[in-house]
């Protein structure tokens, strides 16, 4: 069956950084677009970045685009979303999703500490 699993949340300082990974299985993850999305306490889940097949093409969310990067490891079946100078706003709890399918991960926690 089709398994994602999100890993590398924690906490981190204001500033820091962190590499979020999705583990696919189940399925041939070389022929999906993946997504990462977020959401925050109080608030929808946005999507945050979203990645082609071969991982040629990629787009960010406008607000996060000269934080955060998104790319995949089509050998390890295995989207990653790098995010870089951490805001407390970016607390959230993060996911991954096959393309616009009913595929999500369980999600994972981020917190940002000033």
């Known amino acids: 069956q089709v398994q994602l699993v999100e890993s590398g949340g924690g906490s981190v300082q204001s500033g820091g950084s962190l590499r979020l990974s999705c583990a696919a299985s189940?399925?041939?993850?070389?022929?999906?677009?993946m997504r990462w999305y977020r959401q925050a306490p109080g608030k929808q889940r946005e999507v945050i970045a979203t990645?082609?097949?071969?991982?040629?093409?990629?787009s960010v969310e406008e607000t996060v685009m000269d934080r955060f990067g998104i790319s995949r490891d089509n050998n390890k079946n295995t989207v990653y979303l790098q995010m870089n100078r951490l805001k407390p706003e970016d607390t959230a709890r993060y996911y991954c999703?096959?393309?616009?399918?009913?595929?999500w991960g369980p999600g994972i926690q981020v917190t940002v500490v000033s």
């Open positions: 999703r096959r393309s616009e399918d009913d595929f």
């Open positions: 189940g399925f041939k993850f070389s022929n999906y677009e």
């Open positions: 990645i082609s097949v071969t991982g040629r093409f990629t």
